[in-house]
């Protein structure tokens, strides 16, 4: 977590049509729709639901994602988490429960 | 809600604080408390209050309940109760609302509208701008036409 501990959390009534970058940590509880890019990690809470597409460090979704994904570390689908759309990322992990529907690309050869 | 375990504070279960290398471009909706502290080009519609912090930056149009702006708004608001432009808050644009405070030390440029003006107390603050209002566009001063370029 480089000891910085800013983390912008995007409440569960926000909602955002558009473009979302940043280099914190940001929690999505509210809805999005567009593009978020972010050097840090990203967190789909429960409540959230996300249509876009999305670069990363670190991705988990424990709600709603549709859109396609590159994680330059790993993305999470938790057991609660839906998520449509490609993944493309060195380590992926789809918890029991998940449900997913897309690619998937760790970049072996 | 919120998640405790970031630094926010006081964990106000209705408050989102928009952190300092956050930029948001587009259209905004909300009906919680807002704390900007990065950087919003995104029409922002809340029912709520807006708090642009000293590192807050909008620039676009903004439609709230109150506004208080410590940082810098340039684009127009629209307050159902308040606006307050702190010592240290910048804006250009206009302001619509029954209330508006402006400190000592704000800049602002614009123009302000402070709708029920004739009609002493607060009970109309609710009602939308009367037909006798001047249009919101009417470029009082060059400024306003900068105000709405640089919102862009």
Known sequence: MDGDKTATVLGPTVEIEGEIEGEEDLVIQGRIQGKIVSRRDLTVDSSGKVEASITTKNLAVSGMLTGNVTASERVEVRKEGKMVGDIKAPRVVIADGAKFKGNIEMGVD | ?152
């Open chain 2, 1 to 152: 809600m919120a998640k405790g375990e970031n630094g926010n504070g006081q964990a106000k279960a209705t408050t989102t604080a928009i952190g300092p290398t956050i930029v948001i471009k587009g259209k905004l909706r909300s009906d919680e408390d807002l704390v900007v502290k990065g950087r919003i080009e995104a029409e922002i519609q809340s029912s709520k209050a807006l708090l642009v912090e000293n590192s807050g930056i909008i620039k676009a149009n903004v439609r709230v309940k109150s506004a208080r702006i410590s940082g810098v708004l340039v684009g127009n608001i629209t307050a159902e109760e308040r606006v307050e432009i702190a010592p240290d808050g910048r804006m250009v644009g206009d302001i619509t609302a029954p209330k508006i405070i402006i400190n000592d030390g704000a800049a602002f440029r614009g123009r302000i509208d402070m709708q029920n003006f004739d009609e002493a107390g607060e009970g109309k603050a609710k009602s939308e701008p009367v037909a006798s209002a001047p249009p919101p566009k009417a470029p009082s001063t060059g400024g306003d036409h900068n105000a709405a370029a640089n919102a862009k």
